[in-house]
């Protein structure tokens, strides 16, 4: 299993951006996807989850700012980002749970300048 993740870049704070990740999977509409992200010198946090049934969940930091959702037919979950703020700046990495197996993303850099 493979997973491409795609849409960062450098942005102003107040600006969006929305994040892909694009899984090689036949079975993705099963699994729960995630976002995750790492700033530097920091540890990778939950930043959004979603079920297989679609039930989605935030971190707080991002709670009305950031959505999360998935297209099963493109095997392909987003993140789209609004009112991005400098501290948003990480790594972002995408995570696919199936069963007990964990699949990581090789991440994309979202920068945000103040």
């Known amino acids: 299993v493979q997973l491409q993740a795609s849409g960062g870049g450098l942005v102003q704070a107040g600006e969006s951006l929305r994040l892909s990740c694009a899984a090689s999977?036949?079975?993705?509409?099963?699994?729960?996807l995630s976002w995750y992200r790492q700033a530097p010198g920091q540890q990778r946090d939950l930043v959004a989850r979603?079920?297989?049934?679609?039930?989605?969940n935030y971190a707080d930091p991002v709670k009305g700012r950031f959505t999360i959702s998935r297209d099963n037919a493109k095997s392909t979950v987003y993140l789209q980002m609004d009112k991005l703020t400098p501290e948003d700046t990480a790594v972002y990495y995408c995570?696919?749970?199936?069963?007990?197996?964990?699949?990581w993303g090789q991440g994309t850099l979202v920068t945000v300048s103040s």
């Open positions: 999977e036949s079975m993705f509409s099963t699994n729960a």
């Open positions: 979603i079920t297989s049934l679609g039930d989605t």
């Open positions: 995570k696919m749970s199936q069963g007990s197996r964990i699949y």
